[in-house]
């Protein structure tokens, strides 16, 4: 089969979970055989935004973790063409006499060095400040960037594919020009869309949009049942427009043997950033270490950040030096999968408290591959995978006090730690493999040409 998988890139500016997975997917996919062309959106999926590449796991002093980029999104991926990119989108979108420019000055906008730069001011801006660039895209051809979708269509004309795959429903808007231009079927995955659109003061008009772009999708994988279920009432379809797979993570870099870290450490893996929660963690564990239940316990942060972070980050140090606790936080920089081996092997437990939680959480399959159990919300996907894999411990609601005192209860119980910590590494090891992960979505792609096939 040949498949064309397109992705949002994230510039390598942090842990972007969605990228790691997309390029992931890409060997995988190959590695069954199929014919892989990857394409990413905005931002490029690899290294090329710039940043450290060599997966470096060097605590950072001045709390500038942004400087750190992933290297782990599949090599293909990382070269990829580039479409729609960031800067000329967002600067064509704003001063539309720019659209009548010049070819070379168009492609001169979406050079590497402005790639970076707007690859480190990821995140900075707000949904707020972007809804009329993300009611474009949701139009496709309708929306200010015709050229751009030009490009896209000429490119996966060359492909020639089977399928094509969108890694994102907010991508949606170009399904529509694909399915009627190459006559195949296009695919989608949906995981955590409503977070960004819901924060729009025009959601009810994007909903809208998306509820009429769905028709152009012939399949949707939602990464979770709880999402599955979210995202059918929110498209107005029928359950049978949708089949779960679960994403899944190469567990080669995981594979070391489980450890007992003490004095205890508590990690989060994730963007740096207060939606994640990186703020109610740092409450969270002020609040157990004035417990002094667990002298010389610790905070690990990894995963990098964006400039709308940096206030953040300093004010993680600012909190824990006013309670005595400064050289208890240490924050590190490279996140590679080998730098994210290394920091799981030297934590106790992970939390990564996301505020509004998410419809899966793959950090979770990594902090349990390597033997880690987590402590999560009871929110959206969290429970789903926490139920299902034994890995870990849910609390409710999501405060710094319920954290801590979770927290502390597995703490206090190393029997039980360990238990939860062989029960998850046992299920990822065997159910949530990137290998899983890809027969799921080739069954779905198959599923997607035979449905093409019978309404022929």
Known sequence: MRIALIAAGSGSRFYCENCAEDGSLARALRGRGHQVASASLYLPAGGAAGGAADGSADRASD????????????RASADAPLFFGAVGM??????PILRSAPTWFLRALDAPPLLSLAGRLSGSTRPARLEALTLSMLRGNEGSHSASLDGLLRWLESVRPDVVHLANGLLMGVAGPIRRTLGVPVTCTLQDEDT??????????AWEILRERAADVALF????????????????????????????IDIDPFKGPMTH??????????RISEAMGAGLLADAFILLAQEKRFPGMSLRLMGGSTASDAPLVRSLRRRLSRAGLRDCLEIETGFSPRARARFLAGVSVLSVPVLRGEAFGTFMLESMAAGVPVVQPRLRGFAEVVE???????YEPNTAAALAEALGRLLADPKCSRALGWAGRHAVHERYTTARSAAGLEAAFERARQSARNTA
Do not use: C
């Open 221 to 248: 994988t939602p990464v979770s049942s709880s999402f599955s279920r979210l995202m059918a009432k929110r498209l107005g379809l029928a359950n049978d427009r949708f089949m779960v797979v679960s994403p899944g």
């Open 261 to 270: 870290v003490d004095p205890p450490v508590i990690g989060y893996l994730s």
């Open 90 to 95: 967002y600067l064509t979108h704003r001063f």
């Open 388 to 394: 299902d894999t034994g890995g870990g411990i849910l």
């Open 196 to 205: 960004w659109i819901d924060l729009l003061e025009i959601q009810a008009q």
């Open 63 to 74: 709390g500038s973790a942004d400087r750190a980029s992933d290297g782990s999104a599949d």
